[in-house]
């Protein structure tokens, strides 16, 4: 069984920067596309960003383009996103997620994390 724990989140200022990293166990993480999604109260699970197995490719939503930037390190078993230029519409729980081999922007991910939340504030 795939177990993820996010951390990183907090409060911040507008304009300012958060770094969230998931940390993997329980399977070989290397077979596995990361994703991070994100949900504000009232509203509907958002893809942000996604990164395939090896970390050649990534991908992410219109609205955190240029702002946020994901990797990997298979090494360490982690995922991390940075998060930069931070706006008050970036603030929600943020939730790390693992899908076995193929990477999607849809939230038909096979295990997820507990979820961090970023707030911001103007």
């Known amino acids: 069984q795939v177990q993820l724990v996010e951390s990183g989140g907090g409060l911040v200022q507008a304009g300012g920067s958060l770094r969230l990293s998931c940390a993997f166990s329980?399977?070989?993480?290397?077979?596995?596309?990361m994703g991070w999604f994100r949900q504000a109260p009232g509203k509907e699970r958002e893809f942000v960003a996604g990164?395939?197995?090896?970390?050649?490719?990534?991908f992410y939503a219109d609205s955190v383009k240029g702002r946020f930037a994901l990797s990997r390190d298979n090494a360490k078993n982690t995922v991390d996103l940075r998060m930069t230029s931070l706006k008050p519409e970036d603030t929600a729980v943020y939730y790390c997620?693992?899908?076995?081999?193929?990477?999607?922007?849809?939230?038909?991910?096979?295990?997820w994390g507990r979820g961090t939340q970023v707030t911001v504030s103007t």
């Open positions: 997620a693992a899908r076995q081999f193929v990477f999607t922007t849809a939230p038909a991910y096979d295990f």
């Open positions: 329980g399977r070989t993480f290397s077979d596995y596309a």
């Open positions: 990164i395939v197995w090896n970390g050649n490719r990534t």
